[in-house]
């Protein structure tokens, strides 16, 4: 697969961890608001503009777009964020709990995203796709990168181990006890040729950020009259992570009522589905295995492996056992991206969140999930499929307002 050196929009080293955020999918609006409440220097009033619009502001409004655009353009007229005078890749490290992942960021091709050499696993909505899309438009830049996972290959390790072995340009630690390291990188020829032999990437993290890529591109090559494909409106930003170093955690679910059943009915036809046991472990061992607390106790619901299909990477995920066996037959939920019932719940969050949220009264049933693999998201993303919703969950999360790529004027100004 292709990858390209771009001059970045990057923090002063001295302020990155004034300016780096949250994601823009991961925090509300009101949870912004109150991040970024007391630190002008935030990215999320580039991200998540319409925290400095009145409360009555749609987030989808145009003035949300071109406050963003003004965000962007004071950060870089205060020089919070500086251009890069020429091309450059970047290694990102993150280490969460001990555990380090380390990618490699540059721009990926929307030529190869439309070819599936960078591969998709989930449903992109269109009103999201939009609003990426006008985000981008309205900057001249992609503002976050996507996450994206590859077959790790030793000849890449190598490069990174040498690099990482000099100082960083940042490093810094967040709130919430993650370390981020970013080291530049001058000489991306050994990088290039060495993701040459890299057949496909898959996306892990920002399936309608690429999306949205995609659609711009599109939509600047309809304006142009000549486009050659290397423009810089033809890239977008990424984190190439090896295969073995991502993380991933369950998505779980909470349902708020049982559809009028008694929680000693559900019991009972939980235990036609499997083997159902009173646990003190609310984390399920094994694939194939659900915790669900109900009636103020946690149940461990085991399902046969003699009844699983393993030879479908989409029927053999937890996800979809989880909606063929109990979801659908017992509680009624047959579509869980339109049921109100239904909410989902990141694996960061912990089992406690879960009970809690029941022991309040706010949900009726905590389900808690066994973690999707990395290699059931390639096998399904392999065989051209599309995994049920809220199958997987990253930790940890890419910071935003690290690696801001422009593809308009902004570009130009970094070139000498």
């Known amino acids: 697969m292709r990858l ?20 823009y999918d991961v925090v509300s609006r009101s949870e912004a608001a109150a991040l970024a409440r007391d630190n002008p220097l935030s990215f999320l009033h580039v991200g998540r503009a319409e925290i400095d619009l009145p409360e009555t502001v749609d987030a989808h409004d145009p003035r949300v777009y071109r406050e963003a655009r003004r965000a962007l353009d004071r950060l870089v007229a205060q020089g919070a964020l500086r251009h890069d005078t020429r091309p450059a890749l970047y290694l990102y490290r993150e280490v969460m709990a001990g555990r380090a992942q380390t990618g490699v960021v540059g721009g990926v091709h929307v030529d190869d995203y439309e070819a599936d050499v960078i591969r998709k696993h989930e449903t992109t909505r269109p009103d999201k796709e939009d609003d990426r899309t006008r985000h981008l438009l309205a900057l001249e830049a992609h503002a976050e990168p996507v996450l994206l996972l590859y077959r790790g290959r030793p000849e890449i390790d190598r490069l990174v181990a040498a690099a990482t072995a000099a100082p960083p340009l940042y490093d810094f630690a967040t709130a919430d006890r993650i370390t981020h390291t970013v080291w530049r990188l001058d000489d991306p020829g050994p990088y290039e040729r060495a993701f040459d032999g890299v057949a496909r990437a898959y996306v892990a993290d920002g399936h309608h950020r690429s999306a949205g890529a995609w659609r711009a591109a599109r939509e600047l090559r309809a304006r142009s009259a000549v486009d050659s494909g290397a423009e810089e409106h033809n890239w977008f930003p990424a984190v190439l992570v090896p295969a073995d170093q991502l993380r991933i955690l369950a998505y779980n679910r909470v349902v708020t009522d049982l559809a009028g059943r008694a929680p000693a009915d559900v019991l009972a036809e939980l235990g036609r589905v499997g083997r159902l046991a009173v646990t003190d472990d609310p984390v399920p061992p094994r694939p194939a295995t659900f915790c669900l607390y109900l009636g103020g106790r946690w149940h461990r619901l085991e399902l046969a492996e003699d009844s699983i299909d393993r030879s479908d990477p989409i029927r053999a995920l937890d996800v979809s056992l989880l909606q063929e066996r109990v979801l ?89």
């Open 4 to 23: 390209n050196p771009f001059r970045a929009i990057r923090p002063e080293p001295a302020l990155a961890s004034r300016v780096a955020s949250p994601p």
């Open 328 to 416: 659908g037959p017992v509680l009624g939920i047959t579509d869980q991206r339109t049921d109100q019932r239904i909410d989902f719940v990141g694996g960061i969050r912990g089992p406690d969140t879960l009970a809690a949220r029941v022991d309040s009264g706010e949900a009726a049933l905590a389900i808690s999930l066994h973690p999707t693999t990395v290699e059931q998201l390639m096998a399904v993303s392999d065989a051209g499929h599309i995994m049920p919703p809220k199958s997987t969950w990253f930790e940890p999360k890419l910071l935003s307002g690290l690696f801001v790529h422009p593809f308009g004027e902004a570009s130009k100004e970094a070139r000498p």
